[in-house]
């Protein structure tokens, strides 16, 4: 079963351009601790407010999420990023895995 981790980015206009250079350096980060499929998101319909991207990542199940996540969050490089973009982006996460389907 996949599993996904889903980072909902809440930024604020000054912090857009600042967003998509964090984006980029978070992607080799999370690459370089085995995240896969890492990617950033713009929703082009719906109902979700101006500033919400999606970051999205997967792993084979959620034991490999685990394995990923603990050295993510141990890493200073990401915690730095995360720190630098405080004061105009907000974030909640969530983690998805596949349902199986008879």
């Not at 370089?32 to 713009?42: D, F, Q, T």
């Not at 200073?76 to 199986?100: C, K, R």
Request: aromatic letters at 4%; glycine letters at 6%; charged letters at 20%.
């Amino acid at each position: 079963m996949a599993a996904l981790d889903v980072t909902t980015l809440t930024v604020q206009p000054a912090g857009w351009n600042q967003m998509v250079e964090n984006h980029k350096k978070a992607k080799v980060i999370l690459e370089k601790h085995g995240a896969r499929n890492v990617r950033l998101l713009a929703p082009v319909a719906g109902a979700q407010p101006a500033g919400t991207v999606p970051v999205v990542w997967e792993a084979d199940d959620l034991a490999a999420l685990g394995k990923i996540m603990d050295p993510i969050f141990a890493d200073p490089e990401i915690l730095a990023i995360m720190q630098s973009s405080a004061d105009t982006t907000s974030w909640t996460s969530s983690i998805l895995g596949d349902l199986p389907m008879p």
